[in-house]
């Protein structure tokens, strides 16, 4: 696995490979890989000729008393991962580098951007559209992977690329779990063992409102009492918010039909998960 650190130097490779009519595949991440990550490389790998991972724990889309100062950074460990995974490129700016003194531009996918996690974490979105948009105009791969864990995320950046005409292909891959259901994400780490002990019931929630729908129950505010109750009352974790959305436009729905999303965020401590499960009826 080669560490290119400089966008200029990134293009040129990017140049040689496209003249021998090769296919890119890029997985986007801030770090910090556990086996979520993992499987989006495995399947790039599969799937494209080169495979370039950046690793950019990006400031923009972390908001004022967020975790960008704490946010793990595991260079030796990331690189050994890229490696067992077959990785070609990791590309690993540096702040100055993607964003230099007077950077001024900024992609907004609005409304989308304004629900859900967008309404606590204001900004967050803005923060990682701009640098999606800005990694697949330095990169101009084929297609690029993401984990259907940041289900808001995703769709948003689908959006963006239906938006903005970039000539790529995205493709969403399920969230990995750990054995107990709690979904991989970089955060895990930072919960004691006693509220990793309990954020399982997360999962189980979900799992739980959905069969609820299936049953009849069709009242999105009935489903989403059912989750909270069921977090609150078995764990000592703080429901953010839980939703009933359309899986595609992130819309709340009225009923609970056609192809639903049931949202949310829960906060252990100082650590912040969400997760989602995605259905039809
Ligand atoms: O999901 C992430 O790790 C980040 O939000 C992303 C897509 C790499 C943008 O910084």
Redesign the pocket.
């Known amino acids: 696995v080669r560490v290119i650190k400089s966008i200029y130097s990134l293009r040129r490779f990017i140049k040689t490979v496209k003249a021998k009519n090769k296919t890119i595949g890029f997985v986007?991440?801030?770090g910090s890989f556990h086996a979520g990550h993992a499987s989006l490389m495995r399947k790039c790998r599969r799937e494209n000729d080169i495979l370039i991972v950046?690793i950019?724990v990006?400031p923009k889309?972390f908001g004022n008393g967020e975790d960008y100062q704490t946010y793990p950074r595991e260079e030796k460990k990331d690189k050994y991962i890229a490696r067992e995974e077959k990785v070609d490129i990791i590309f690993y700016p540096s702040v100055e580098e993607m964003y230099p003194k007077r950077y001024l531009t900024y992609i907004d996918t609005v409304k989308m951007s304004d629900v859900l996690c967008g309404q606590c974490r204001p900004g967050h979105f803005q923060g990682?559209t701009t640098?999606?948009g800005k990694l697949l105009n330095i990169i101009t791969p084929d297609v690029f992977y993401?984990g259907r864990k940041?289900a808001q995320?995703a769709m948003i950046l689908k959006k963006m690329v239906e938006d903005l005409n970039y000539s790529v292909k995205i493709k969403i891959c399920p969230t990995v779990r750990e054995e107990d259901g709690l979904a991989m994400s970089s955060r895990n780490n930072y919960l004691t063992f006693q509220q990793r002990k309990e954020a399982p019931v997360i999962y189980k929630a979900l799992k739980q409102a959905r069969q609820k729908a299936r049953e009849g129950q069709y009242r999105p505010r009935n489903i989403a009492e059912g989750v909270r109750t069921n977090i609150e009352k078995n764990s000592s974790g703080r429901i953010e918010y839980v939703a009933c959305v359309d899986a595609n436009s992130l819309s709340p729905l009225k009923k609970i039909m056609g192809h639903c999303m049931i949202a949310l965020a829960v906060i252990f401590g100082k650590v912040r998960l969400i997760d989602n499960i995605i259905f039809k009826l």
């Open positions: 986007p991440t801030m950046s950019f990006n889309q990682v640098v999606v993401l940041d995320q």
